[in-house]
């Protein structure tokens, strides 16, 4: 296409690649995971590193006898930015590993069972690499956890369970795992007890009944949009999930029943199947999994719909408006497809869209094209092979990983990376808005904005579109012959624009979209597993990333809406402040969390003209952080670094932070990958594996020029 595809990953068996001697280190890698796996839940992502560090030997550097902080500083510095170097891609992006949930494969290879395309889409080694992952992370106890590092819980136990059995017929039933796995679902209660989205997958497989689920009419798409609980009006990945579950459910679509699948009813469940109490089984939800549990309102509504609303909806007259609303909410599948290359907004609706073209009709042109991008979803490292929380997290990792090179001032050591980099953003900006009528199908504009992974993901973020823009501003201000030609002044504009366009009427910033409905509709999240995933919320990193970007462009382009922009941030400054704990953090939605958060809060106010002088928030905020430095190791003084008032602060704690980030740095310059510290929806973690290269990068950078460089200035 026209946009090459920048940024695509995806994953192919080469038989021929590499040497014995690299083969047989591959397998040591993996075999070392496997048998530490009950301690070490996260992979480092290895196999990438490996072999993209190949061939582009670098000159290794040595600390040991450096005595001078500063010098020891630089060197950890130049390590790990010439390591860094060596894992990025050709297009300039940094690809790295995205899994953690375990909720995602189940849905791919359920669905491409139904679809009969399993050995068309994952080849012998693809299959083989899947089930080494499932083993990897299945726990102890036999169970699965929601993500890599969680305990087990039904729904992703009995789906992985599943999908064992799906990919590798009956073979499976009987080794030692599988038992296990077994024996853990019959003790918690069978299957029954599977939260509401497996309820949902192992209806369409045929191993439950959709009777046992509750309602998910499809006719909720034709109600008027001023009513608060239209679809339209929610998340925009609750609503995409939702949309495609909600036709397979209108339709209650079935998937071919073979002895694999009967044989799935007898393993499952405690009771022979045509003995389950399927309406009893409707509101059952295991303790491991209920995170949050239904509220009155919702077992009252869902009652009603099941019994009552149901059956007149299947039935004539009524029936017209089924087929109406099913022809309504195909319609907007087909949307999100051609709108997104048919990679779709995330990797749940992506399998659901697919599975929703294959019922409409099999051989379609759609087909062929949703399974052109399933693999772009896959990826293999030391662990398996994973399905990732999204088609990767490129555009996001670029734009920190270029402030965090900047941040170093190490000009010599940029190498061609950051030309690179530039040339990504450059690449991955939305250019136009979504085609069609993007309005019918409540998409807002796009245009200049920039997306969490790949342009062709389609859907702009508005953190990733300030972090983007922040990126690009600082790339502006340095030599051409560093990072080649800058961005036009109008694409700023452009994204500048879109900005504006997303603020609240609050003063914060959602994550894809305005907000469009009350908090109250969480009272309907029929999840149980998540939560806080009815509405867009206000979050405190994009309203703080938006802070940041617009207060750098004020700075280059003091002329372009500047009383607009100048609004926007007081009103954004003024909301942060207000959703501050008060403990003095910020509670953060998508890393591990507080400290996150917090990172995001103050950034957001220091870039707003704030100081530790003349702002409580921030001294809060300081304290916060301060208090949970760790005694013994030093960790966590980062954010610290960008609050302070240069000349008054005590550089004890950044003192001890960097310390242990360049003791602790590997000799290749990598830095380990220790605990998962991304997250979704409250509950559900996920791997961010650059970060553990670009936040040492960034704070020592910082602690570089910011501390030892300018305290250096202030004593001469
Ligand atoms: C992401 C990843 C990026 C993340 C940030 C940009 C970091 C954040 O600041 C805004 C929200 C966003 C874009 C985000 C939203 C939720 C996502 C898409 C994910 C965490 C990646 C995976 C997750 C998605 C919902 C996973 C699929 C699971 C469902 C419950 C549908």
Not at 282 to 289: G, H, S, T
Not at 398 to 422: D, R, W
Not at 432 to 441: F, I, P, V
Request: charged fraction near 20%.
């Amino acid at each position: 296409s026209l946009n090459n595809n920048v940024g695509r990953q995806y994953w192919e068996f080469d038989q021929n690649s590499g040497t014995d001697e690299e083969r047989s280190h591959v397998e040591d890698i993996r075999e070392h995971f496997s048998m530490n796996r009950f301690h070490v839940k996260h992979s480092s992502d290895l196999l990438l590193r490996l072999q993209f560090a190949k061939g582009k030997q670098i000159e290794m550097l040595e600390k040991v006898k450096i005595e001078s902080e500063e010098e020891l500083v630089k060197t950890t510095l130049k390590m790990g930015l010439r390591f860094y170097s060596t894992i990025q891609a050709d297009d300039g992006h940094w690809p790295a590993d995205y899994g953690g949930p375990l909720f995602l494969l189940p849905g791919l290879v359920i669905s491409l069972f139904i679809m009969e395309a399993m050995n068309v889409v994952l080849s012998e080694e693809h299959q083989k690499e899947i089930l080494r992952y499932l083993y990897n992370h299945q726990n102890k106890d036999g169970g699965w956890g929601l993500h890599i590092e969680g305990h087990s819980t039904m729904f992703c136990t009995a789906l992985n369970y599943v999908a064992i059995r799906l990919i590798n017929g009956e073979n499976n039933v009987n080794n030692e795992a599988m038992e296990k796995a077994r024996k853990w679902i019959i003790e918690h209660g069978g299957v029954t007890y599977i939260p509401s989205w497996g309820k949902f997958w192992l209806s369409v497989l045929g191993v439950y009944e959709w009777s046992g689920n509750n309602p998910l009419p499809p006719e909720l798409w034709l109600l008027p949009y001023f009513v608060p609980v239209h679809p339209g009006r929610m998340w925009c990945h609750c609503r995409m999930v939702y949309l495609a579950m909600s036709y397979l459910y209108g339709r209650r679509y079935v998937g071919p029943i073979n002895s694999n699948i009967l044989s799935l009813r007898r393993e499952l469940y405690t009771t022979p199947y045509h003995h389950i109490d399927w309406d009893l089984a409707r509101n059952q939800c295991a303790k491991e999994d209920l995170y949050y549990p239904h509220p009155l309102v919702q077992d009252i509504l869902w009652e009603g719909l099941h019994k009552i609303g149901e059956p007149l909806l299947m039935q004539w007259p009524l029936s017209k408006l089924r087929k109406k609303a099913l022809n309504t909410v195909m319609e907007h599948i087909h949307y999100e497809d051609e709108n997104t290359n048919y990679i779709c907004i995330g990797p749940v609706n992506k399998v659901l869209n697919m599975l929703c073209c294959w019922v409409e009709d099999p051989d379609s042109q759609a087909i062929k094209l949703h399974l052109s991008r399933i693999k772009d979803y896959l990826w293999l490292a030391e662990d398996g092979m994973k399905m990732k929380g999204y088609n990767g997290s490129q555009l996001w990792d670029v734009s920190f990983g270029v402030q965090a090179i900047l941040a170093t001032n190490l000009p010599q050591e940029y190498g061609v990376m950051l030309k690179n980099a530039h040339h990504f953003i450059k690449a991955s900006q939305a250019r136009e808005n979504s085609n069609g009528d993007a309005k019918k199908w409540y998409r807002q504009h796009s245009r200049g904005g920039w997306p969490f992974s790949t342009v062709d993901n389609g859907w702009i973020v508005s953190d990733c579109t300030a972090e983007a823009l922040k990126a690009s501003i600082l790339l502006s201000l340095m030599p051409l012959d560093i990072v080649g030609e800058v961005t036009a002044p109008h694409r700023l504009f452009e994204a500048v624009d879109l900005i504006l366009s997303l603020q609240n009427s609050n003063g914060g910033f959602a994550s894809y979209e305005l907000t469009r409905s009350y908090a109250w509709l969480e009272m309907i999240n029929p999840s149980e597993t998540f939560g806080d995933i009815t509405i867009d919320y206000q979050y405190v990193e994009c309203t703080s990333a938006v802070i940041q970007a617009l207060e750098s462009f004020k700075k280059n382009y003091p002329k372009h809406r500047e009383k607009e922009i100048e609004a926007c941030i007081n009103k954004a400054l003024q909301f942060i402040q207000t959703i501050q704990l008060p403990d003095g953090s910020w509670y953060g939605s998508w890393g591990v969390c507080y400290t996150y958060g917090t990172w995001f809060g103050i950034c957001g106010l220091v870039a707003g003209g704030y100081t530790y002088e003349n702002c409580k928030s921030i001294r809060k905020a300081c304290n916060f952080l301060l208090s949970k430095q760790l005694q013994s190791s030093g960790g966590w003084g980062e954010s610290y670094l960008s609050s302070q008032h240069k000349g008054k602060r005590d550089p004890t704690p950044l003192k001890r932070a960097a310390k242990i980030l360049v003791n602790s740095q590997m000799d290749n310059g990598d830095f380990p990958q220790q605990e998962i510290i991304g997250v979704f929806n409250r509950n559900c973690m996920i791997s961010y594996s650059s970060y553990r290269n670009i936040f040492p990068i960034w704070a020592l950078g910082a602690y570089l020029n910011e501390v030892l460089l300018s305290s250096k200035e202030y004593h001469e």
